[in-house]
């Protein structure tokens, strides 16, 4: 991936001096510049009113302590953040992530992304991320609360439904979201919408927690249907086995697709037969387990322990796990075995190796802030529904998402046509993300 307009290449070995311990913010930002390039030519307005030096630095970014007490009573201390980014299209809004890779340059990374990717759903949201470098895995329920506790004890004073509306992301889910708004609300004493992804009693949304992985199908439809065809009949590998990888499988199954593989960060699972998903969601969502338990429950399914799903021969790829999960290697392995599509439900799954073989192989390639957008919109619609005190039906919040997916296709192949980038899907979405957020900074004056 190489910069050539001068302006963005100055300004990008100026970002990689001040950034230097962040790789995968500077990931993310070689592609959106190189992206941008041609945006860059044709708009030196953009350029004198400093819009790409200001859209790559935080509007503001707190690191904080998390101190709690476990069930052993011992005192632990994690790292808190939020990065608030940008502004410009309404309160900052992303997820928060719970894992113990998580820091500052991946908390940057995402946040980054999500302004972009907000951007995308042409709904008013600025663009945030947060996280700790908590794990989890192998806690009780009541250590879990006392750390949501915790963490929102420090948050909450940055936060609001009108200032900044964290949602869920790895290692956060409902049981998190619950504990995190029940603290804010007694810190406060505020009911409001201030996070997203809520439970259904208590102001969430239908339609929030399958979002992310029904909003990457019918992005995958769309795709498909490009080029005559459908999911229907096509052999479908998911990586990952956690919100998103599941109700992708789900969708992906409804529309008539078979998914033989799954993982976690353990190994994967292969099931020729196509995945019995009420299994995934016993052992993932209510016991919380891995995912080789599968074959307790499916003899015929065989695991494999380690990183190798790629190597299972598919039509459509969906990696729905983690950043950088999906190598050179692995985009050749995928090449090879006549692989067709490839859509990202994760952010960043594929490394830029990955994608330019994909590129250069004919494969339909769906970058994240365009396919993954599905999660952040309805939650979206959620802040729509709280604003309004009012509850819509699965079959409304649905409808809505599939149109939002289906403009958001529709809007960066235009984008990517205009700019000369034929259908490069990875240029139309960082043009048509980029243009709407550099109008509105532009409208807003220099801050
Ligand atoms: P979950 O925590 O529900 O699931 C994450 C899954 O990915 C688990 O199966 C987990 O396995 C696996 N995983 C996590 N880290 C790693 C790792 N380092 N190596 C291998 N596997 C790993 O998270 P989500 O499903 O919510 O998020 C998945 C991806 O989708 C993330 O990139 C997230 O940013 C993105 N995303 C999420 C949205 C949402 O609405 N939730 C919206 C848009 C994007 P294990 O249990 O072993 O850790
Ligand atoms: O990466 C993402 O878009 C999310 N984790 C969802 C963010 C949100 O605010 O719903």
Known sequence: ??????????????????????????????????????????????????IFDRIVEPERMISFRVAWVDDANTVRVNRGYRVQFNSALGPYKGGI???PSVNASIIKFLGFEQIFKNSLTGLLLGGGKGGADFDPKGKSDGEVMRFCQAFMTELARHIGAHTDVPAGDIGVG????????????????????????KGLTYGGSLVRKEATGYGLCYFVQEMLASKGTSLAGKR????????????????????????????????????????????????????RGRISEYTQYVPHAEYHPGFGI??????????????????????????KNGCIAVAEGANMPCTPEAVDIFHENGILFAPGKASNAGGVATSGLEMAQ??????????EVDCRLQQIMKNIYKNCRKAAEDYGCGDNLVAGANIAGFLKVAEAMLAQGVF
């Open 1 to 50: 991936m190489t910069i050539q307009h001068p302006y963005l290449q100055n300004l990008f070995a100026d970002i990689q001096k001040r950034n230097a311990n962040e790789p995968e913010f500077l990931q993310a930002v070689a592609e959106v510049f190189s992206s941008l390039e041609v945006v860059a030519y044709k708009r030196p307005d953009l350029l004198e009113a400093g």
């Open 97 to 99: 992530r719970f894992h």
């Open 174 to 197: 409902a049981r998190e979201i619950g504990f995190l708004f029940g603290q804010y609300k007694r810190l406060q004493n505020e009911f409001t919408g201030v996070l997203t992804g």
């Open 236 to 287: 479908v590998v998911i990586s990952g086995s956690g919100n998103v990888a599941i109700y992708a499988a789900e969708k992906a199954t409804a529309l008539g697709a078979c998914v033989i593989a799954l993982s976690d960060s353990s190994g994967y699972i292969v099931d020729p037969k196509g995945v019995n998903l009420a299994v995934i969601k016993e052992i993932k969502e209510v016991r």
């Open 310 to 335: 790629w190597n299972v021969p598919c039509d459509v790829a969906l990696p729905c796990a983690t950043q950088n999960e999906l190598h050179g290697e692995d985009a050749a392995v995928l090449v």
């Open 386 to 395: 709280n604003a309004s005190f009012l509850s819509w039906s699965f079959e």
